[in-house]
């Protein structure tokens, strides 16, 4: 049933959208769409039916920290788990990122088991 | 007319005025006239004062741009050098990992494609019925067939698995597109602002200063980290973010 979870893949980059969603597919999860910004990504969200957020961080027009921000800020939105997957490494930003509520944070380059322990965690245990 | 007539033509009305103000007691009146006398007196002065002010915003520009560029050549070009050494660096990582795993898938699904191959063939001899095969077609004679068959599965299955996993590398090993993209992109920034700042030094040398446009850009994040141009506390690599956020309660 789980695997029925319906994904948004937020990334300016088209080939790391391409990597995620295979490595999601590979995982059983077969409903992933995708969005190029935070622009983009937030009506999608807000038009309702995604389960799960994978964000960049650094984009063009709206930036994943925004896009967090402005998800958990939305009643019908705040309680969606978020994963952000960026290359941001600095210690400051990733406490940033927790503060904004993120659910889990893995940095590129990343590992396909990596995504799946987050995502495990995220989702909790039998999921 | 005598040169003092002009002058008394030119001033008289205003020393009638000053005059009259100082008369009067009206202190601004007073000043108003003084104002007007000294204008009539130094027309050349405030064109004068103005040139000087532009003059020195000139060269305070001109000095806030060269001090730019200076910061420019001694940090952000280095900076930029090391950035696309690691690019090179990555994308050489990146398609030799590519090579590596495609020049390992390869043999493997050789071999299943031959071996298969192989054994449909001994099936099809098998199962034609030639004349002379009879006694093969017995259960003694499928032992030989079976026991290949037997071989043959596990040797696919494992494979088969080994390129599956090999083709999931080759996928994660197109990430260095992102990555190298990002550093690439925060190097075409400082082109650009190399470029406007040029531009803006050759107009200040012509005298021709428009608009300067440094120092407006966009906070940007740091991005991807590259050794020996990443300054500050940057996490090593995944278990380092795990401490940091379990430490944070998360």
Redesign the interface.
């Known amino acids: 049933m789980s695997k029925d979870l319906k994904f948004l893949v937020v ?1 300016d ?1 088209s ?2 959208r ?2 995620i969603k ?2 999601l597919n ?1 995982l059983g999860y077969a409903n992933v769409s995708e969005a190029d910004d935070g622009k983009t990504a937030l009506p999608m969200l807000q038009a309702g039916g995604f389960d799960f957020l994978i964000t960049d ?2 984009m063009p027009g709206m ?1 994943g920290l925004d896009l967090i921000k402005a998800v958990r800020a939305d009643a019908k939105l705040s309680k969606m788990p978020v994963l952000m997957l960026t ?9 940033e990122a ?1 503060q904004a509520g993120v ?1 889990g ?8 088991e ?1 995504l799946k322990e987050k995502l495990d965690k995220i989702l909790g245990p039998g999921k | 007319m005598s040169s003092f007539a002009v002058l008394k033509l030119e001033y008289g009305a205003c020393v009638d005025e000053l005059t009259a103000a100082l008369r009067a007691e009206d202190e601004t009146a007073f000043f108003a006239a003084v104002d007007h006398i000294v204008h009539m007196r130094e027309p050349g002065m405030f064109t004068e004062l103005r040139k000087l002010t532009d003059d020195l915003q000139q060269a305070l520009e001109r000095f806030s741009i060269e001090a730019r560029l200076a910061d420019i050549a001694e940090n952000d070009i280095p900076d930029a050098r090391a950035r696309l050494t690691h690019v090179i660096r990555m994308t050489d990582a990146a398609a030799h990992k590519t090579l590596d795993l495609v020049e390992q898938s390869g043999p493997l699904a050789e071999r299943t494609a031959r071996e298969a191959a192989n054994l449909h063939q001994t099936i099809t001899t098998f199962r034609s019925g030639t004349p002379g095969f009879e006694a093969a077609r017995s259960i003694e004679g499928l032992m030989p067939l079976l026991r290949s068959i037997e071989a043959f599965l596990p040797a696919a299955r494992t494979d088969s698995e080994q390129v599956r996993r090999n083709l ?1 590398d080759v ?2 090993a ?6 190298t ?2 550093i690439i992109r925060s190097v075409m920034k400082l082109v650009e602002e190399l470029e406007s700042a040029l531009a803006n030094l050759a107009k200040l040398s012509g005298g021709n200063v428009e608009h300067l446009s440094i120092g407006a850009e966009a906070p ?6 590259v050794p020996g141009v ?1 300054k ?7 278990t380092d ?1 795990d401490a ?2 379990s430490g ?1 309660g ?1």
């Open positions: 990334d980059f080939t790391m391409r990597i295979n490595l590979d961080w650094n930036p290359a941001e490494a600095k210690r400051e930003q990733i406490i927790a659910n944070y893995v940095i590129k380059p990343f590992t396909a990596t | 999931a996928l994660l197109q990430g260095y597109q992102d990555l993209g990002q940007q994040q740091p991005g991807p980290v990443t500050g506390e940057v996490a090593s690599g995944q973010v940091l956020l944070l998360m």
